[in-house]
């Protein structure tokens, strides 16, 4: 079965940069998209990017100036880095697998890892 | 960005109840339409694709319906493992975009 796992610090300061991995098992990155996506406190849910199996990546243009999705596929893992971040950038990390074959939704998912912004 | 209105955003109710919640979006989606569910540990799972398609393992007491601008997703009998948060996400259009959620809670 796919399994996905998100890591990385759970404390970033202001104006530095956020940086997470989800590791996959199960099924290979080079096949469907992988994406980013994050879960504020008071429950807004916001899509941030993907990176397809090709390595291309398509971004929320909220965070266009500010975010990067790469891919290590010898390890089977993603990436996310978020440039600058504010403490509206406190929120749950999510990863998650896109289907998209024929129908494009989500449907594995991380266990999510919180991170908080804070000095 | 399209807008996606979830009401309620709280729902109490009853076990064996039947409850409908409902995403309206700020344009037409043409069923580009899916609802997950969240439990209180976090985890996050599919539950209907493209408008009314139930995710395999999906219990069948839950559907979706709807086309245009408005849909909705159905529990025709609450069990108890079904008290969670749900969400509706379009994907239309560019960015995808999530319904503030509902939040089904026991009366």
């Known amino acids: 079965e796919v399994q996905l796992q998100e890591s990385g610090p759970g404390l970033v300061k202001p104006s530095q940069s956020l940086s997470l991995t989800c590791s996959v098992t199960g099924y290979s990155i080079t096949s469907n998209y992988w994406g980013w996506i994050r879960k504020f406190p008071g429950n807004k849910m916001e899509w941030m990017g993907y990176?397809?199996?090709?390595?291309?990546?398509s971004y929320n243009p909220s965070l266009k100036s500010r975010i990067s999705i790469t891919r290590d596929t010898s390890k089977n893992q993603f990436f996310l880095q978020l440039n600058s971040v504010t403490t509206e950038d406190t929120a749950t990390y999510y990863c998650a697998r896109c289907d998209d074959n024929p129908y494009w939704y989500f449907d594995f998912w991380g266990p999510g890892t919180m991170v908080t912004v804070s000095s | 960005d399209i807008q996606m209105t979830q009401t309620p955003s709280s729902m109490p109710a009853s076990l064996g109840e039947r409850v409908t919640i409902s995403c309206r979006a700020s344009?037409?989606?043409?069923?580009?339409l899916n609802w997950y569910q969240q439990k209180p540990d976090g985890t996050i799972k599919p539950l209907i694709y493209?408008?009314?398609n139930l995710q395999s393992g999906v219990p069948s007491r839950f559907s979706g319906s709807g086309s245009g601008t408005d849909y909705s997703l159905t529990i025709s009998s609450l069990e108890p493992e079904d008290f969670a948060m749900y969400y509706c996400?379009?994907?239309?259009?560019?960015?995808?975009?999530f319904g503030a959620g509902t939040k089904l809670e026991l009366k």
């Open positions: 996400q379009q994907y239309d259009s560019s960015p995808d975009t």
């Open positions: 990176i397809s199996y090709s390595g291309s990546t």
């Open positions: 344009q037409g989606i043409s069923n580009y």
């Open positions: 493209y408008t009314s």
